[in-house]
């Protein structure tokens, strides 16, 4: 049998072995060696395919997991931010404006209706068998020149925007700049019977109160708060000259009932008093004056209606016309 040497460890083996049994005798010892030293190396080497498996699959559920989350933090934004522009997003008003409910007033706060059944009618008392309404229907009061020029926008300047008047008859006069360039301007009282005012701003107090009075030129407006604290009876309106053999009468009376401008009791009223925006039953009811209160009587209207001024509801001086018959002069 022919024999070689191993070059690595010298020993001499049969040729009929293709590498030396002795270094692979050698080799095997040194790998046992080692399993029985290091197992944990032994258990990496024996998971390293496994682990080349699980590592894909470990990446896939981090990047799903990743856009779960960007989705529950900002899915509402994005979604906002990339369909702002489809009409179907686009909510309705009913969606964000919730619907109003209307409050309705207390009992305590309900104005009076002047048209009730248990009010009087100019002091007459109401007919308890009269049921048939009435068809009639007063005509709208037409828009006073006071509140055509109230209605325009404030832009001019006055030279007082609050005075005070403390005897009847007494007047000043008010400064107005700015406006258009013709100077042409327009005045209004809010009420003659308590402050009249001409078309050159002269003021002149006429009973106790508190009442605007505005100036305008035709685009803007000013506004001026005058205040009539008299105590004396407004002037009586001018009467043509009589003859000389006619008696003349009293200045201030005002008709033959004998009434005379100035402070005044409602009488005869049962109920209350009606008082109408004009002369006549057919003109609006203003309010309705209690039996006893204290008027104003600012002049005869004709016909025995007389145009009167009385504190209303919350202090508001208001001016309306009554009859004769239910009014006599303190």
């Known amino acids: 049998m022919a024999m070689k040497r191993c070059p690595v460890c010298g020993e001499e083996y049969s040729n009929t072995y293709r590498t030396c049994p002795f270094c692979e005798e050698e080799e095997a010892l040194r790998d046992g060696e080692e399993i029985r030293r290091s197992p944990k190396k032994s258990r990496r080497a024996a998971h390293g395919r496994q682990y080349n498996l699980i590592t894909p699959t470990l990446v896939v559920l981090i990047f799903i997991m990743a856009g779960l989350l960007i989705y529950l933090l900002y899915g509402e934004k994005l979604a906002e931010k990339f369909g702002k522009d489809d009409p179907a997003k686009t909510p309705d008003v009913e969606d964000v404006m919730p619907p109003v409910t209307p409050v309705e007033p207390d009992d305590e706060t309900k104005p009076a209706d002047p048209n009730s059944g248990d009010m009087p009618e100019d002091g007459e008392p109401q007919k308890p068998d009269d049921t048939t309404p009435s068809t009639a229907t007063p005509a709208p009061a037409a828009q006073t020149d006071y509140e055509k020029l109230f209605a325009l926008p404030s832009g001019l300047s006055l030279s007082t925007t609050d005075f ?104 005869n009223g049962g109920n209350g008093v009606r008082v109408r925006s004009g002369p006549g039953t057919n003109y609006d009811i203003l309010a309705s004056v209690p039996n006893g209160a204290d008027i104003q009587v600012v002049e005869s209207a004709g016909n025995d209606w007389y145009k009167i001024t009385f504190s209303d509801v919350g202090g508001v001086t208001t001016t309306g016309y009554m009859k004769g018959e239910f009014l006599q002069n303190k």
């Open 164 to 267: 005070t008047l403390k005897t009847v008859g007494e007047t000043a006069v008010i400064r107005v700049t700015g406006g258009s360039s013709s100077g042409s301007y327009t005045w209004a009282s809010e009420d003659d019977g308590v402050a009249s005012v001409d078309q050159s701003g002269k003021v002149t107090a006429i009973s106790k109160g508190t009442i605007n009075v505005v100036v305008s030129d035709g685009t803007k407006k000013g506004v001026c708060i005058v205040r009539c604290n008299v105590s004396g009876t407004a002037a009586p309106a001018a009467t043509p000259t009589t003859p000389t053999t006619t008696p003349s009468t009293t200045p201030s009376t005002l008709a033959a009932s004998g009434l005379k401008a100035g402070a005044a009791t409602v009488v």
